[in-house]
């Protein structure tokens, strides 16, 4: 049963108003002021507030505010433009004029506790959402995930920087653009660069910007990514792949708020947030030397550390559900359930690619899918032992495993740029299908 409050001076209106109300179904609750109504207390708890303009006291719009998210009708015997559009702007839902016609104030009332109903539904949903989904993209409710959430809720209004930690595919870009959001900067850049992604020869001049001449080639100044995110947000996704001149470059930006472009005299002033990210154990880094010290001091001023999804428990099956439908509306299909024997996959598959794997599997088996379920043969998940370590010692003849199998035989002797020469592919897919697979890049140390 709905229920109402009637907040009426007038005795015989409020007594013929409960009347009405109480034979079409309605519980009424009467008060005779704003300030009886307020000492009641609960007010966003009723469906309907239905209030009189003019009360001895404070007026019916007073109740308002505190009857939020509940609405408040305003009854008037000043039915006049300006007493109805005074009352609307104060957020009241509608204004009935007295003497009302029953059958009006009745259709007026039910539209308004349909509208509450509705309106509270949106809410508990929104609620919902935003316990499970409180980053957009992100889906946990797992400890370690809700951490996450509380660590990017209070890190993203100040602006100092941050380094987020995880294994590839752990979704570190989507935590650089929740901060990005919620902080003040969100009106200006954000600029993500993938420093595995950029050949080191170029690092330096895509980063910090070149003047004309300063290498063969740049027959132009260019600005660098630093400069391109002045006024907002720097993602340097994969910081631990920096050469030792471009790490160096990088500690000026953050002690010193100025940049050097190469083949520059003067350095230039920048208003940047840093947030960085890596797979790789910075610590370890540091120690071999591969890493400097006073910049891992400077980026590691707030951890956010992400959980691989092998460790997150049922966020995977709910994970996998939140992107079956993303995919499906962005495929345009109609759609789809996962039958339980895709649910057991996912549960079993450890997921070395983590939420990018996932996101890839979930993509190929909206395509195959035949009917309205998904089957475990639709995702494509592998074997849980490798293709080329099986029984009979014969290697697996797909392309996917060849690919596994060349790059971790021979990253060890190879450097990036030989890998991809000789698989036949740029660099950038070498890195993407690392990525992919969940294939750990080699350490600066181990490639020539």
Known sequence: MSRILVVEDEAVIRKALRRLLERHGYGVDEAGSAEEA??????????????????????????????????????TSYASVRSAVESMKLGAADYVAKPFDHDELLVTVRRLVAQGRQDRQRRALRSDLARSYPVEGMVGECPA???????????????????????????????????????ARAEGPLVVVNCAAIPEALMEAEIFGHERGAFTGADRAREGLVEAAHGGTLFLDEVGELPPAAQAQLLRVLQHGEVRRLGAAQARRVDV???????????????AGRFREDLYFRLNVFEIVLPPLRERGSDVERLARFLLDKTCSRLNRPALALGEDALAAIRAHDWPGNVRELENAIERAVILAEGGTIRAA??????????????????????????????????????????ARRLGISRKTLWERRQRMGLPRPRRSDRR
């Open 38 to 75: 307020l000492e009641r207390g609960g007010l966003d708890s009723y469906d309907l507030v239905i209030a009189d303009l003019r009360l001895p006291g404070a007026a019916g719009t007073a109740l308002i505010a505190p009857a939020r998210p509940t609405p408040v009708l305003i009854l």
């Open 145 to 183: 995930m809700r951490e996450v959430f509380e660590r990017i809720a209070r890190v993203a209004p100040l602006d100092t920087t941050v380094l987020v930690l995880g294994e590839s595919g752990t979704g570190k870009e989507l935590v650089a653009r929740a901060i990005h959001e919620r902080s």
């Open 273 to 287: 947030r840093l947030v960085a990210a890596t797979h790789r154990d910075l610590r370890a880094e540091v120690r």
């Open 378 to 419: 639709d995702l494509g998940l592998p074997q849980r032992r490798r293709a080329w370590d099986n029984d009979g010692g014969e290697p697996d003849s797909s392309l996917e495993a060849y690919f596994r199998r060349f790059v971790l035989e021979n990253q060890d002797r190879m450097t990036e740029s030989e890998l």
